[in-house]
């Protein structure tokens, strides 16, 4: 069964830094582009970060400089590596494999940027 599982969310101070990973089962992870999408409350679900399978990123110009993506093949897994991290970063991450005739959603991360 295909399946994403984010992990590595949690509580962080302004300026702190953390990284999301999203572990992906079966062969969603080989024939996908790789995204990571955030929800704040009240607010519609963004898109923060793109991976195709060549390794091509896109970042959404609010997290841009501050954000990388990266995939790790051998692993199946997707991580978003969070620096500078401000309190409007607060949201609920989510993790998304998709092409052209499908599309799978993980359960989601929080991440809460507060001093």
């Known amino acids: 069964q295909e399946q994403l599982v984010e992990s590595g969310g949690g509580l962080v101070q302004p300026g702190g830094s953390l990284t999301l990973s999203c572990a992906a089962s079966?062969?969603?992870?080989?024939?996908?582009?790789m995204a990571w999408y955030r929800q704040a409350p009240g607010e519609q679900r963004e898109l923060v970060a793109t991976m195709t399978t060549s390794g091509i990123t896109s970042y959404s110009d609010s997290v841009k400089g501050r954000c990388t993506i990266s995939r790790d093949n051998a692993k199946n897994t997707v991580l978003l590596q969070m620096n500078n991290l401000k309190s409007e970063d607060t949201a609920v991450y989510y993790c998304?494999?998709?092409?052209?005739?499908?599309?799978?959603w993980g359960q989601g991360t929080q991440v809460t940027v507060s001093s």
């Open positions: 079966g062969s969603i992870f080989s024939r996908n582009v």
């Open positions: 998304r494999a998709f092409n052209t005739l499908s599309s799978f």
